[in-house]
């Protein structure tokens, strides 16, 4: 089985700061791992993936994300926010091999202030 | 990646009634899934229903309950049964690419039904 921790339940940024959010998971196999953004009264929207190869991977509106496999973190990256990326950000995890469910982690809130 | 229609968007209902929640896709999956989000919380699988074969229910959630249908490979349906307040919660429904299917993209989500029981 597998879990996913998000030890920040809560971060407040201010505008142009960088940020950082990690999420770390436990699991017997290989998994991939998705990083997501839920805005206020919305669903889910995909940021980041990382299936294999470089442990770096960039997504969409200047989010990147680090794969730490000796850590079993996965690090959610922005140099610079913007006040619109206040949402909910949820970590989630699936094994590469049968299953395909999705575990999430707890989310983080983060508010962007002026 | 698949899109997804999900209806309704949200509702009232009145307790001991059910609400059925559909969810259609614009391409044939193999897997589709339903969440439920209660409030200020994390998503928790209630179930994942493959076309042709009965739901598979996570612990925690049963079938009289919960009951599921998936008559096709772009339709699926969620029933909250017999409602109380403790049933509020956001429903999604999403599916998993196939992953043969390169690149892989994971998983998509419907916009959720808003579901308050009054």
């Known amino acids: 089985a597998q879990s996913v921790t998000q030890l920040d339940s809560q971060v407040p940024v201010f505008e142009e700061a960088p940020v950082e959010l990690r999420c770390n998971y436990s699991s017997s196999v290989s998994v991939y791992l998705f990083w997501y953004v839920q805005y206020p009264n919305q669903g889910l929207q995909l940021l980041l993936k990382y299936l294999s190869g470089s442990t770096l991977v960039k997504g969409i509106n200047g989010f990147e994300a680090e794969f730490n496999k000796s850590q079993t973190s996965f690090y959610f990256r922005k140099p610079s926010v913007h006040i619109s990326d206040t949402a909910e950000y949820f970590c989630a995890v699936s094994e590469t091999g049968g299953g395909n469910k999705l575990t999430f982690g707890t989310g983080t809130q983060l508010k962007v202030e002026l | 990646s698949a899109v997804i229609s999900q209806k309704p968007s949200r509702d009232i209902c009145q307790r001991g009634t059910s609400l059925t929640i559909q969810c259609q896709v614009d391409s044939q999956v193999t897997m589709m899934f339903w969440y439920r989000q209660q409030p200020g919380q994390s998503l928790t699988l209630i179930a994942t229903a493959n076309q042709g074969s009965e739901a598979t229910y996570e612990s925690g959630f049963v079938i009289d309950k919960f009951p599921i249908s998936r008559p096709n490979l772009t339709f699926s349906t969620l029933t909250v049964s017999n409602m109380s307040p403790e049933d509020s919660s956001i429903y999604l429904c999403?599916?998993?690419?196939?992953?043969?299917?390169?690149?892989?993209?994971?998983?998509?989500f419907g916009s959720g039904t808003r579901l308050t029981v009054v």
């Open positions: 999403s599916v998993g690419a196939d992953r043969t299917v390169k690149p892989y993209y994971g998983y998509t």
